[in-house]
Nanobody, 114 residues
Framework: QVQLVESGGGLVQPGGSLRLSCAAS????????LTWYRQAPGKERELVAT????????SYANSVKGRFTISRDNAKNTMYLQMNSLKLEDTAVYYC???????WGRGTQVTVSS
């Protein structure tokens, strides 16, 4: 059974950085592309970034391009999201997901506030 566990969220000031992690189990991690989504209060869940199965290809939402970096370590079954130059509007619960999959983790809260 697919399990996705997000971690690394927290409270950070505008301009700060956080690194999120997504630990995966229950499937062959290296075979699948993965994504990060986020959901802010009162808003729909939105796609933040995608990474191919090998990590050789990535894509980003325009709102985070140049500030966030998605990566993965297939030996550790873990995906990451390095978030720099954080803005108030980045406040959300962040989730990881397998592309084409149906399972969601519980998410990790990121709060950007002064």
């Amino acid at each position: 059974q697919v399990q996705l566990v997000e971690s690394g969220g927290g409270l950070v000031q505008p301009g700060g950085s956080l690194r999120l992690s997504c630990a995966a189990s229950g499937f062959t991690f290296s075979n699948y592309a993965l994504t990060w989504y986020r959901q802010a209060p009162g808003k729909e869940r939105e796609l933040v970034a995608t990474i191919s199965s090998t990590g050789g290809s990535t894509s980003y939402a325009n709102s985070v391009k140049g500030r966030f970096t998605i990566s993965r370590d297939n030996a550790k079954n873990t995906m990451y999201l390095q978030m720099n130059s954080l803005k108030l509007e980045d406040t959300a619960v962040y989730y990881c997901k397998v592309v084409g999959g149906r399972s969601w983790g519980r998410g990790t809260q990121v709060t950007v506030s002064s």
